[in-house]
């Protein structure tokens, strides 16, 4: 069973689209998080949810918006896409946000193109 | 505010040799974990290791150990015995602070030589 799953792992697009991604874990935990890694492979937290609350809002374009239905879930919405967004993004899960000894599952991670 | 220094950004190895990678970071918490992360080619976030601040002890799995200098805030990691498995990138990362944010170093390309 996989731990940490994301939706597509493969999204090409032109600019100016919007599209989403989606993440489930079925770790039973109560934190979720969306991180950008770019073409340099600088990896960078966006945002991070506790039980459906919005915890952690890193300096990111109002374009982005997380949408988080239940704790199990948290998907990312991406409108008006800009060749800049082109990177690989990541799900990750951990089972507290407040305990710094919690460890981050990640899930297998998207490629977006925007073209 | 925490930052993460991986001064090496590529390193190879011979297969069954050992190799470390160097880490140093800076945080302004007591309270803190840090940890190394793989990336293989396949992209998948994979935990290596992990190290309680402060426990004084290095953090010892299987073929991976830590090298963990409080004082100096240095958080090497050593592979014994490499393998071609081990062929990724490497990232090293406090967590810590508001929120518990782990940040992450800009990674070690990691080649293992057969």
């Known amino acids: 069973d996989t731990a940490v799953s994301q939706t597509p792992k493969y999204l090409v697009t032109q600019m100016g689209n919007d599209k989403s991604i989606k993440c489930e874990q079925n770790?039973?935990?109560?934190?979720m998080y969306w991180y950008k890694q770019d073409s340099k492979k600088f990896l960078k937290i966006m945002f991070s949810?506790?039980?459906?609350?919005?915890?952690i809002n890193e300096t990111v374009p109002n374009r982005f918006s997380p949408k988080s239905p239940d704790k199990a879930h948290l998907n990312l919405h991406i409108n008006s896409l800009e060749l800049g967004d082109s990177a690989v993004y990541f799900c990750a899960s951990s089972r507290t946000w407040d305990r710094y000894s919690d460890t981050q599952y990640f899930g297998p991670g998207t490629r977006l193109t925007v073209l | 505010a925490q930052t993460v220094t991986q001064s090496q950004p590529e390193m190879s190895v011979q297969e069954a040799e050992t190799v470390t990678l160097s880490c140093t970071y800076d945080t302004s918490e007591n309270n803190y974990y840090l940890f190394w992360y793989k990336q293989p080619p396949s992209r998948q976030m994979i935990l290596v290791i992990r190290?309680?601040?402060?426990?004084?002890q290095n953090a010892t799995e299987n073929r991976f150990s830590v090298n963990f200098q409080k004082a100096a805030k240095s958080f090497s990691l050593k592979i014994s015995d490499s393998q071609l498995g081990d062929t990724a990138m490497y990232f090293c990362a406090p967590s810590g602070g508001a929120n518990s944010k782990l940040t992450f170093g800009k990674g070690i390309t990691l080649s293992v030589r057969p």
């Open positions: 949810y506790n039980n459906k609350e919005l915890i």
């Open positions: 770790l039973g935990h109560d934190t």
């Open positions: 190290q309680e601040a402060y426990k004084q």
